[in-house]
């Protein structure tokens, strides 16, 4: 169930390639920027641009060494962009170094992902870039006046507890520390992450005995702490609690600036069910209620905090609060991890939520003692049904199954807007239809995400629609008085297709209807309209491998797609 969450999150991510793809390509004025997670996400927008032209011949290697150079020849005009992947045996970490690097026309760039150093783009000559995990991948888009040399090489995984930052990029230790390198002699700012984990039933204590930052634009941070607001820079000697077994440590520094920090590992104790915010941190109770810490009669929770409720896997989370009373324009209360799409507004008084997964995480902060709340919940098993009700299960790996949606106790006039994720095995594609639809309220909405028509709002009644792959997204706002009926199956997808060739031959039919008929790749209708087709031929480059997808698509159309939050993206299929 976790796998529904994180693929929600990222299917935000992915859908805003475009767009964050081109900005990340953008060089980052690295002194001016302050966000680590947004440069991240630009990197993984890099990962899914598809190389170009028959000059990326090379594209992955696990080789235990290598180089790589442009291939691009004299006799070849104009850029072309390219990927190269590069995975390390287990227990090994991926070194590079760049000994030339000559980049002249115009727009033009060589970047490296994966690193413990961020941001990375261009590389400096000669400078070694350490992986943080076991891959590492380039990007460049360079023309025949353009040239560079990198080579890399497998090393072990670091055996120690004295770690450097951005040569070190995680560790597994129950303690240790981290510090910038005293050997590092470069005098530009560099920006590079650090990741502490642990096991899941432990928690990270980090502190920091010295910090000297010399620039305002450089900065330390600690984020997935339990204080709500990122530390930045860390107070000295305070200890700062992760909130799950992970805790990330992200700095821009130079050669002018140090800093020392320590992290133990602790056990997390048995916590009681009468929770306080600021005082408990994470919950693994079945049941239990949170309300805001008070001390004397006074409210003692200026600040923004945060709190986590944890739950087996095959377990969900029913949550309501049947006391929310909020006066000050500062006091909120948010819940993040269900099935509610609008998890960042004050929940309703005794509505309940359920759990997308087997997190939820709540945040609030209340002013003075003007303000109050008191939420309870319960677990619940996780569905074992194939009648599934929107805002009642936030996802399934279920072969089949119905989807309506959860009217129950849903006064008219307040709306829900929720979202439901169908996830089935790789070789496998998902045949959704609705045989009843009637959505009066004003503002509700239902749209399917993934398959091959996406842009109707609501999809066609009995209309039958394929997935691209095998995952579906279906969220909706509906009122009491909506209504919907859906279904889904799976069926079998064709083999994955691989090939040597860079360059192969497709015909595409194109089928002309009547203005009074309506025909869509990978949707079924009827019609008695007579239709003419025309085939035509046309030669396309394709990246080595296939990627394996059950997609039927027109790569030629452009399709646009509104989000909930107003949020309008563009994607070329």
Not at 154 to 165: F, S
Not at 179 to 198: G, H
Not at 280 to 291: D, P, R, W
Not at 559 to 567: A, E, I, V
Request: charged share 15%.
């Amino acid at each position: 169930m976790k796998s529904f969450t994180i693929f929600f999150l990222l299917l935000f991510v992915s859908l805003a390639v475009a767009s964050d793809a081109q900005s990340a390509k953008q060089p980052v004025n690295s002194l001016k920027s302050r966000n680590p997670a947004a440069i991240l996400k630009a990197e993984m927008a890099i990962r899914s641009i598809p190389s170009k032209g028959k000059a990326c011949l090379d594209r992955f290697s696990m080789a235990a060494n290598g180089t790589i150079r442009p291939t691009i020849s004299n006799s070849t005009n104009g850029q072309r962009q390219c990927s190269f992947f590069i995975n390390a045996l287990a227990n090994k970490l991926i070194q590079m170094t760049c000994s030339t690097v000559n980049l002249k026309s115009s727009g033009a760039e060589l970047a490296i992902y994966g690193g413990s150093e961020i941001n990375v783009d261009p590389p400096a000559v000669n400078r070694i870039y350490t992986s943080r995990s076991d891959s590492m991948f380039l990007f460049y888009k360079v023309d025949n006046t353009d040239w560079f040399d990198c080579k890399w090489k497998m090393i072990p995984v670091q055996q120690t507890t004295e770690y450097q930052l951005c040569r070190d990029g995680t560790s597994a230790t129950p303690n240790g520390t981290i510090q910038r390198s005293a050997a590092d002699t470069t005098t530009d700012p560099r920006m590079c992450m650090f990741a502490i984990i642990v096991p899941s039933d432990h928690r990270i204590q980090l502190k920091c005995s010295n910090v000297t930052l010399s620039s305002p634009d450089n900065y330390l941070q600690f984020q997935t702490v339990t204080e709500t607001v990122i530390a930045d820079p860390p107070a000295m000697n305070r200890v700062y609690t992760s909130t799950s077994e992970i805790i990330y440590l992200f700095s821009q520094f130079s050669n002018q600036d140090s800093f020392k920090c320590q992290w133990t590992t602790v056990m997390i104790p048995p916590l009681p069910t009468d929770n306080k915010f600021c005082r408990e941190k994470i919950t693994k109770s079945a049941s239990g209620n949170i309300q805001p810490l008070m001390a004397n009669g006074t409210n003692v929770q200026p600040n923004s905090c945060s709190f986590i409720i944890e739950v087996p896997p095959n377990q969900l989370t029913e949550i309501s609060c049947p006391v929310i009373n909020f006066t000050s324009p500062g006091s909120y209360l948010q819940f993040s991890g269900i099935s509610d799409l609008n998890m960042a507004l004050t929940p309703l008084a005794n509505r309940v939520y359920t759990s997308g997964s087997d997190l939820i995480y709540l945040n609030s902060k209340v002013d003075l003692s003007k303000d109050w709340f008191n939420c309870t919940w319960k677990t619940v098993p996780a569905p074992s049904t194939t009648d599934f009700k929107l805002c009642r299960h936030g996802g399934t790996t279920s072969s089949s199954g119905t989807l309506q949606p959860f009217l129950d106790g849903l006064p008219t006039g307040e709306p829900r807007e929720c979202y439901f994720f169908i996830e089935l095995p790789l070789d496998e594609q998902i045949e959704f239809s609705c045989s009843s639809i009637n959505l009066k309220s004003p503002g509700s909405y239902l749209r399917v995400v993934g398959v091959s028509d996406f842009d109707e709002n609501p999809p066609l009644e009995n209309g039958i629609y394929l997935s691209n792959g095998r995952n579906v997204l279906v969220y909706s706002q509906f009122n009491n008085g909506d209504w919907f009926d859906c279904q889904w199956k799976s069926t079998t997808c064709a083999a994955p297709v691989t090939t040597d060739a860079a360059t192969t031959t497709q015909s595409t039919t194109v089928v002309t209807t009547p203005a009074t008929t309506s025909s869509t790749i990978g949707r079924t209708t009827t019609s008695a309209q007579p239709t003419t087709s025309t085939t035509t031929t046309m030669a396309t480059t394709t990246p080595l491998p296939i990627p394996f997808n059950c997609s039927v698509s027109d790569p030629c159309k452009k399709r646009s797609f509104d989000f909930p939050t107003n949020l309008k993206v563009e994607t070329t299929q």
